[in-house]
């Protein structure tokens, strides 16, 4: 019985961090505007603007309202899927690992922190253009 109860106990204290979300996904603003939605995220130095058709998650609850699946990546910052088009993306912010079959991704490095975007190949062309064009132009150190 006491067998049981301590790895019962050991499982809910491991559960605690496997939050595929970074700590710092929840110091992030998604605000509207001039069409486009701004995400910023002042504790990890990240100010950018998306497409205005995405839903965000920044935390396992509200992923799951979104994607029934599990996240594909860890250290998750913001998740966007569309409403209208069937893609996601994920930013992350200083990922052990950001590769994944189904995604094209890119990285940039500013301070010492690395962001990946990592967006499904089910995007179309441009709009894959358009998020790594403008998702890594107004980070700061």
Do not use: W
């Not at 409403?83 to 996601?88: F, G, L, R, T």
Request: aromatic share 14%; hydrophobic share 40%; charged share 25%.
């Amino acid at each position: 019985m006491i067998s049981k109860v301590l790895v019962g106990g050991l499982a809910m204290v491991s559960c605690v961090g496997c939050s595929s979300f970074n700590t710092l996904a929840s110091y992030t603003q998604i605000k509207e505007e001039d069409g486009y939605y701004k995400i910023v995220n002042a504790e990890a130095g990240i100010e950018t603007v998306t497409f205005h058709d995405f839903k965000f998650a920044t935390n396992r609850s509200s992923f799951k309202k979104l994607n029934a699946n599990r996240p594909v990546f860890n250290n998750i910052l913001v998740y966007g899927r569309t409403v209208d088009e069937p893609y996601e993306y994920y930013l992350l912010y200083n990922p052990k690992s950001a590769s994944n079959a189904a995604y094209m991704s890119k990285d940039t490095l500013v301070g010492g922190k690395r962001f990946v975007l990592a967006i499904s190949k089910e995007a179309p062309a441009e709009d894959r253009k358009f998020l790594f064009d403008r998702m890594f132009q107004y980070i700061t150190d």
